[in-house]
């Protein structure tokens, strides 16, 4: 059993073709097929299920294909540290972020991080959502990621930073507008623009609206906070979101008042395991903790 069998073993499960597979890798079908059977032959299994349109792992090929996607990920970071290491330069930090993370939360710690370590590579991928963030972390192509603090998912720990209260962003001109703050009863006769949906925050703020008997209708949805935002200060409707950093009480056309019957959302960092993080990894999370706005409450992460 070699790293090649696993690799090509894996590539396959994946694709669910083994010519895919060949031709990505510019060999034969058959060469592929060696390494499968190879791995066969020493696990005394078989590991793919044959199928009019392809392959699919069998249950022992389900198994095997789990760890060895682990343990491929696993090495590959191994080796990428390694490879920094032979050509002297500073690491590099792998970051999965939502749409408006990078602008809300890490922009101070970005800047101080990069004039510390003018050398090191930074590489960010945006996800999209909180999901898919873990999703990376998990899979070892990000090694940290910021994301709205939900449901634990296997393999990743996430660690809540700091918290974030609701508030509703309306218009300068809205009735609303000069509150001090809104009761939840309040909310049942807005326009609501609809946070992108299954989003962590969205299933948290309509939980808790569920609770207290309010049920918000829409006709315009998003799919980030920022758009939300500007949509609200446009007059085309009343968002409800939580209180980024930078974004104060609103300013120009939109105000952002209070929702303080709402749990605040908690949002922080995410990694497969912080203890095997890297220094420079460590450092960069430190760094954004340390430059988050007034606006965003923290908390004990650690």
């Keep these: 059993m070699t ?27 058959s060469a592929v097929s060696q390494h499968v059977k190879r791995l066969e032959r020493e696990t005394g299994l078989v590991l793919l299920e044959r199928r009019p349109r392809g392959v699919v792992p069998t249950r022992a090929g389900r198994i095997l294909h789990r760890a060895a996607t682990d343990g491929l990920a696993g090495l590959d970071a ?40 003018p050398e090191a590579a930074l590489q960010f991928e945006t996800a999209g959502s909180s999901r898919r963030c873990l999703e990376a972390v998990r899979s070892h192509t990000a090694d940290l990621a910021w994301v709205t603090i939900g449901p634990a998912l296997k393999g990743v720990e996430q660690r809540a930073s700091c918290e974030l209260p609701w508030m509703l962003a309306v218009h300068a001109g809205d009735p609303l507008a000069e509150r001090a703050s809104i009761a939840l009863g309040d909310l049942a006769g807005i326009r609501y623009i609809e946070l992108p949906a299954h989003s962590t925050s969205r299933v948290h703020l309509e939980m808790h609206l569920e609770r207290h008997g309010v049920r918000l209708a829409s006709t315009t ?37 209070p929702v303080p019957d709402l749990p605040p959302l908690a949002a922080g960092w995410a990694a497969r395991s912080w203890d095997a993080l890297s220094p420079l990894a460590i450092e960069f999370a430190d760094t954004v903790l340390s430059h988050l706005s007034d606006t965003a409450r923290l908390t004990d992460g650690r």
Excluded at 11 to 23: D, Y
Excluded at 229 to 250: M, S, Y
Aim: include cysteine.
């Design 3 to 29: 790293l090649d069998d696993l690799r090509v073993f894996t590539a396959v499960c994946a694709a669910g073709n083994l010519s895919a597979v060949a031709r990505d890798l510019s060999c034969s079908q």
């Design 78 to 117: 191994a080796l990428r540290h390694l490879d920094d290491l032979r050509r002297g330069v500073g690491g590099t930090v792998r970051v999965a972020t939502g749409a408006t993370t990078v602008r809300h939360f890490m922009a101070a710690g970005v800047a101080e991080f990069r004039a510390r370590h």
């Design 221 to 257: 949805s998003v799919a980030d906070w920022d758009t939300a935002l500007l949509l609200a200060e446009l007059g085309l409707g009343h968002a409800i979101l939580p209180a980024l950093p930078g974004w104060g009480r609103g300013t120009g056309d939109v105000r952002l008042i």
